[in-house]
C-alpha cells in the first residue's frame, strides 16, 4: 500500500517538475530571443555610426569658413536627433515586447503549477494516516494567497510597462517639438544673416 501511495504521490510531482522545467525553457528562450534583437539593433547603429563619423570627418576637414562649420552642423544635428528618437523608440519596443512576453508565459505556466501544486496537496492530504488536516489546510492556503499575490504582480507590472510607454512616447513629442523649434530658430537666424 505504500508503495501505491508514493506513486500516486510521484506522478503530480513528477508533473509539477515538468512544468517547472518548461517554465524555465520558456523564460530562458523569450529572454535570449530579445537579447538578440537588442544586439542585433545596437551593432546596426554601431556600424551606421562609424560609417557616418567617418563621413562627417571628411566634411569636417573640408570646411573653409566659420559659417560653413554651423550650416554643417545644423544640418548634421536633425538626422542624429531623429536617429537618437528612432533608436529609443526601438530600444522601448524590444523591452516591452520582452516585458509582455515573459508575462504572458509567466502566466500560463503558473497556472499550471498552481494546479500541480494542489493535486500534490491533495493527494497527500487523501493518503496521509489520520495525519495532520490542518497543515494540508494552512498549505491550500498559502497557495491560493501566493497565487493572487502572483495575479497582483502580473497585473502592477503590466500597468508599470504601460505607463513607462506612455512616458516615453510623451517625452518623444516633446523632444521632438523642442528640435522643430530650435530647427526653426536656427533657419530664422540665417535667413536673418543672409538679408543683412
Given amino acids: 500500500m505504500a508503495s501505491s501511495t508514493q506513486n500516486q504521490l510521484t506522478s503530480p510531482a513528477q508533473k509539477h517538475?515538468?512544468?517547472?522545467?518548461?517554465?524555465?525553457?520558456?523564460?530562458?528562450?523569450k529572454t535570449l530571443e530579445n537579447v538578440m534583437k537588442l544586439l542585433d539593433l545596437n551593432m546596426t547603429a554601431i556600424k551606421e555610426s562609424l560609417g557616418e563619423s567617418a563621413a562627417a570627418t571628411q566634411q569636417l576637414?573640408?570646411?573653409?569658413?566659420?559659417?560653413?562649420?554651423?550650416?554643417?552642423?545644423?544640418?548634421?544635428a536633425k538626422p542624429n536627433i531623429g536617429k537618437v528618437l528612432d533608436y529609443g523608440r526601438q530600444v522601448v519596443g524590444?523591452?516591452?515586447?520582452?516585458?509582455?512576453?515573459?508575462?504572458?508565459?509567466?502566466q500560463a505556466q503558473i497556472h499550471e503549477a498552481t494546479r500541480s501544486v494542489s493535486t500534490i496537496v491533495d493527494e497527500a492530504s487523501?493518503?496521509?494516516?489520520?495525519?495532520?488536516?490542518?497543515l494540508f489546510a494552512v498549505m491550500k492556503s498559502a497557495i491560493d494567497k501566493s497565487n493572487g499575490g502572483y495575479e497582483q504582480w502580473a497585473k502592477t507590472s503590466k500597468q508599470v510597462a504601460e505607463a513607462m510607454g506612455a512616458s516615453l512616447s510623451s517625452a518623444?513629442?516633446?523632444f521632438t517639438a523642442g528640435a522643430s523649434t530650435t530647427k526653426k530658430a536656427s533657419s530664422q537666424s540665417r535667413q536673418t544673416e543672409a538679408e543683412e
Avoid at 17 to 29: F, G, K, P
Wanted: no cysteine; proline share 4%; hydrophobic share 35%.
Fill in 126 to 134: 487523501r493518503h496521509s494516516s489520520g495525519g495532520p488536516d490542518g
Fill in 172 to 174: 518623444t513629442r516633446q
Fill in 61 to 76: 576637414l573640408s570646411i573653409k569658413s566659420p559659417q560653413e562649420l554651423f550650416s554643417l552642423s545644423t544640418a548634421q
Fill in 17 to 29: 517538475i515538468e512544468t517547472q522545467q518548461a517554465l524555465w525553457t520558456d523564460l530562458s528562450n
Fill in 94 to 106: 524590444i523591452a516591452s515586447n520582452i516585458q509582455a512576453e515573459l508575462n504572458n508565459v509567466v
